[in-house]
């Protein structure tokens, strides 16, 4: 009885750790930068330059974002928790509430802002390519005027 305990608890013990192989999520940190002949703005216009700086600790993770275009740059830094947990981060314009949470290796993040009177929704998912090099982001925005789907592709 004893040696069936024992080798159950071993047992056990590797499934445990080998689900949590599997399951890991992977680490998203890095210097990324938007390769816009990879990416798929739709009808929205495409950014001339894009550099996402993620720094990604545990659960926290955190987001420096410099965007260049015509109109000139824009910069932005955003903080979620990646367990689920509302977030509010200061954005140009007021606030974006949202949640970040793990779907297998992917990353969701789910927020909403108000701007000009308008409430813009948007999803997101994460998804780190097998070499890590490469970070796709799809996103569902959501505006009173229709949905779009957005595709940017970083590179490190």
């Known amino acids: 009885?004893?040696?069936?305990?024992?080798?159950?608890?071993?047992?056990?013990?590797?499934?445990?750790?080998?689900?949590?192989?599997?399951?890991a999520a992977p680490n998203l940190s890095g210097e990324w930068k938007l390769s816009i002949a990879r990416s798929n703005y739709g009808s929205f216009p495409a950014p001339l330059a894009m550099t996402r700086t993620v720094t990604h600790n545990g659960v926290t993770l955190t987001m420096h974002s410099v965007q260049k275009s015509a109109q000139g740059e824009v910069m932005s830094d955003l903080k979620y928790t990646t367990d689920g947990k509302e977030s509010v981060n200061k954005v140009q314009g007021g606030e974006s509430k949202?949640?970040?949470?793990?779907?297998?290796?992917?990353?969701?993040?789910?927020?909403?802002?108000?701007?000009?009177?308008?409430?813009?929704?948007?999803k997101e998912i994460w998804t780190l390519a097998p070499d890590g090099k490469a970070l796709t982001i799809d996103s569902h925005v959501t505006l009173p005027n229709g949905e779009y789907a957005v595709k940017q592709v970083f590179e490190k």
Do not use: Y
């Open 1 to 23: 009885m004893i040696r069936t305990l024992a080798c159950l608890a071993v047992f056990t013990a590797a499934f445990l750790m080998l689900a949590g192989k599997v399951h």
């Open 98 to 122: 949202g949640t970040a949470q793990w779907i297998g290796d992917k990353l969701m993040i789910d927020s909403a802002r108000e701007f000009q009177g308008v409430v813009l929704k948007q």
